[in-house]
Each structure stands twice: as structure tokens, then as C-alpha cells.
């Protein structure tokens, strides 16, 4: 069975998936360590073995020079073990999704291998 979150709101990432406030203040909700705790919570949130966490920025807007749109990060949850991956992708909203979506699944596949 799947289950699934999805969290833009930090409420949310706060209350369901338990990354921390702190951490959502210092790096915001998109975006660093959070990717991290996202990928953890949603593991323990629907008791499975693992997860996979997509967060960063799509667009058409929001980036900013720091964090521009295309700048994803992509986090797999097996067991204890938690990888994390940045990628920065062109296109459009669409496009940037499908290309975090392949990203988050082909870490999920080398993090299984491994």
C-alpha cells in the first residue's frame, strides 16, 4: 500500500512529518536539511520501510538568486539510512517535476542496490 504527503505549508512538514521548526526557519520550507527530515517523517508516518522526499523549486516563480528555480533536492529513506541529492533542472514547472520525480526514484534504486 502507498501512502503519500504532500506538504508545502511548514504546519504541516511540522505536525505530520516532524522536521523540526528550526530547521524549516533556517533553510525554509523548500529546501537543505528539511529535504532530509521530510524523506524520515513520511517513513514513519505510514510505517514503511522507506520513503522518497522531493522539495526545492519548481516556478514559474519563487526562486531567487540563492535559490533559483530548477534547484531541487531529492532525499530516499530506507531503514535508518537517509541519501539526499541536489539537482538543478531546466524547463518549465512541469518539466522541472518530471525530472525531480525521475531523480527521486533513480536515488531510491541506487540506495536499494547499494
Known amino acids: 500500500m502507498l501512502g503519500g504527503v504532500i506538504s508545502y505549508a511548514n504546519a504541516v512538514k511540522e505536525s505530520l512529518l516532524r522536521v523540526p521548526a528550526g530547521m524549516l526557519a533556517q533553510n525554509g520550507a523548500g529546501l537543505g ?34 535559490k ?12 535508518d539510512a537517509t541519501r539526499v541529492a541536489r539537482g538543478s533542472f531546466p524547463g518549465d514547472r ?21
Open 33 to 66: 536539511g528539511s529535504g532530509r527530515r521530510d524523506g524520515r517523517g513520511r517513513a514513519r508516518r505510514h510505517g514503511r520501510d522507506c520513503a522518497l522526499a522531493i522539495t526545492g523549486v519548481a516556478g514559474p516563480d519563487g526562486g531567487t538568486a540563492e
Open 94 to 114: 512541469a518539466t522541472v517535476r518530471e525530472f525531480a520525480a525521475t531523480a527521486a526514484l533513480h536515488l531510491l534504486r541506487k540506495t536499494l542496490d547499494a
Open 68 to 79: 533559483p528555480v530548477g534547484l531541487v533536492y531529492v532525499s530516499c529513506a530506507v531503514a
